[in-house]
């Protein structure tokens, strides 16, 4: 493959990693790749944690240390976006003009933040990239209540750290508990009570109607009547992903690009997704599936990768499903299906401080399909093991997990 050409669209950790991959497997061929932001490849999940809280420097989100790039012979095209894909004659055409062939494409183009409905003429953000890190700094140093609409991931990440930096948070979202897309109320519940106890206001089970002001100075009005005052507004209520650009490709679009089992778009030999931007077949799922992680990005380069270079060993990605959130002392660890569970049981207690334990996930037929730790990492390592072996019986499972406590508990020292 050493005079093929694969063209990465998108510089965030799915292109990079796809990238890194491909000359892994032992491609020789020439690859480049395009991201719309003129920075260097940055990681994305500390942007919500250590880079808004001041804690870490640029260098540090670095997805590929200096001299990498160079050392993989990888054409980096930063500070110009994919604006069309030529399918048909094996282009991508770029905003400044020019274009790029290619033998193979991947689209890594990732997602947005979902834009805040509510217009205000300034003092309301979202976080996604650097840029909009940096601006809602920027309004955090003048000071003021802060008001986070939104109690998934990126909001709660980003509560947790704005009150750490000592500013009044309020939380508002729709649904009853944090995270409530990801996890059950057995977490969600002790998981809001952490951020009280840290100051933190919640408003859980009611909605955003509007936010009227600046920045300093800006009212959210609220569905059950009442109204916040904030000087800064943060929004986090999802991400849509990054396809406009491929509305005239003739592939097919639907929420992220449509794909085989193989991570292949369904109309296309050549064009492959991965990422936030990449819905796949998978025959757990009764449709294709888009899932939003760091950890599904890396893992879905890595097939892509592997499925260019052995096109005659093909292998279908379906991964076991991992998520993590840093918030205050919680190092929270999401595998496999942790809200589709007919029954699940808690080992350990989340509502001491500091918290340790986990819930696990079980189907009707009695089989673990999911597992929630907190703070317990040896309980990751055994779920996981577990989930990635399959069948594993769910009431033995859990014997097993509360044993494995107990012994943890009697070798650990007095206090």
């Known amino acids: 493959m050493s005079n093929q050409t694969v063209v990465v669209v998108g510089s965030s950790v799915g292109g990079v990693r796809t990238a ?19 920075a260097a490849p940055y990681d994305k999940p500390p942007l919500s944690k250590q880079y808004l809280a001041g804690e870490w420097e640029l260098d540090r989100l670095a997805l590929l240390p200096p001299g990498a790039a160079e050392a993989a012979e990888l054409e980096l095209r930063l500070g110009v976006a994919a604006v069309r894909l030529d399918v048909a004659a094996r282009q991508v055409l770029l905003a400044d003009g020019t274009a790029l062939d290619f033998d193979h494409v991947v689209v890594a183009t990732g997602a947005t933040a979902r834009p805040s409905p509510w217009p205000a003429a300034s003092g309301v953000h979202v ?26 991931v990126i909001g709660a990440e980003a509560a947790a750290t704005i009150a750490t930096l000592g500013h009044a948070v309020t939380v508002v979202d729709p649904l009853a508990t944090p995270l409530a897309r990801l996890v059950g109320p057995e977490v969600g519940t002790p998981l809001e009570e952490l951020h009280r106890r840290h100051g933190v206001d919640t408003r859980f089970g009611v909605g955003v109607e509007g936010i009227d002001g600046t920045a300093g100075d800006l009212t959210v009005r609220l569905t059950d009547g009442s109204e916040l005052r904030a000087a800064t507004v943060l929004v986090g209520i999802g991400a849509v992903p990054n396809d406009g650009w491929l509305a005239d490709s003739g592939l097919l679009v639907d929420n992220g690009v449509v794909c085989d089992r193989y991570c292949r778009a ?33 893992e879905q380069g890595a097939a892509v990768a592997h499925n260019i270079v052995h096109g ?24 496999g299906h942790a809200t589709r569970g007919a029954r699940h049981e808690v080992v350990g207690d989340l509502s001491v401080d500091p918290a340790k334990g986990a819930v696990l996930y079980s189907d009707d037929d009695g089989v673990l399909i999911g597992a929630v730790t907190v703070n317990w990492p040896k309980a990751l390592v055994t779920s996981r093991r577990a989930l990635t072996a399959g069948g594993t019986d769910f009431a033995e499972f859990v014997a097993s997990l509360r044993e494995l406590l107990a012994k943890q508990q009697a070798a650990a020292p007095a206090r």
């Open 20 to 38: 890194q991959a491909l000359r892994r497997e032992g491609f020789t061929g020439r690859i480049v790749v395009v991201g719309e932001e003129a």
């Open 312 to 335: 005659d060993d093909l292998q279908p990605y379906s991964p076991l499903e991992y998520v993590w959130s840093d918030q205050y002392d919680w190092k929270l660890q999401i595998v």
């Open 127 to 152: 976080i996604r990239t650097l840029a909009d890190v940096e601006g809602l700094r920027a309004d955090l140093a003048a000071g003021g209540p802060v008001v986070v609409v939104g109690g998934g």
């Open 266 to 298: 369904v109309d296309s030999d050549v064009v492959w997704a991965v990422g936030d931007v990449a819905r796949w077949q998978d025959p757990r799922y009764p449709a294709e599936v888009r899932v939003e992680h760091w950890t599904n990005a890396v």
